[in-house]
Structure formats: structure tokens, C-alpha cells
């Protein structure tokens, strides 16, 4: 691929990830407030929830990646970016996990489960600005 192009994947991809994991959770908050289609925003929620998890871990790799083999102008994770990644990842990994628990019937699991993904939506306001500033 053009080398002009490599060190742009990571701010392309992450931020089309950043935008489904928005889309998400949009759909997370629309469906505990629903009156009506609730059941239709469940099951998208849970059909697009794993693609952006999934997105959102494929960038980190992307970025990590890049950070070690293209960048030398900065150590490798020593960036406020990096930091944000790592937890927002684990955000979503906890996440994930209470979603696999809540279909078992887990009563703390549905009452964690939203706080996590909101709080790694949250964060990626965050780590978006400071991915800005370490831009190519």
C-alpha cells in the first residue's frame, strides 16, 4: 500500500469505529427510554454491539502497530492516546462481558452493563481529541 496512505489508517479506521461505538450506544440509551420498538433497537443494539467491540480493538491494534513501527517521534505508549485506548478497550471488554451475563439473568450485570459502555463513550471524546494532537 502507498506509504503516503500507512499512517493514516489507524485515524481512518478509529474514527469510523469511534462512530459506530456512538451509533451503539445511541441505540443503548434509545432503548431503555423506548415506549415503543423496543424489542427492534434490542436487537440491533445486540446485532452491532460485537462489530464496533470488535472495530474498536482491530483500531487499538492498528494504532499500537503503527505507533511501534512508523512513528519515532514519540516513545512507544507513552501517550496520553495510548492510556485512553488501553482503558476504553477495557471498558468495552467489561462491557461485552456483562452482555453475555445479562442473558443469563445476571441482576448486576444489566445494572453495570450500561455505566461501562457509557463511560467508554464518554472516553473516546477524549481519546479522539488527543489522537488530534499526535496526528501525522
Partial sequence: MNSIVTPYWHPIIGAASLLLLLYVASLGFRMRTARRGRAQLTA???RLAPIAYAAVLVSWLIGAGSALWLRSDFEFASTLHFRTGCIMAALLTGSALTARWMRSGNATARDV????????VLLAAA???TGLRIMP
Avoid at 452493563?113 to 467508554?120: R, S, T
Fill in 44 to 46: 440491533l443494539h445486540a
Fill in 127 to 129: 481519546h479522539a481529541a
Fill in 113 to 120: 452493563h450500561p455505566w461501562l459502555g457509557a463511560a467508554a
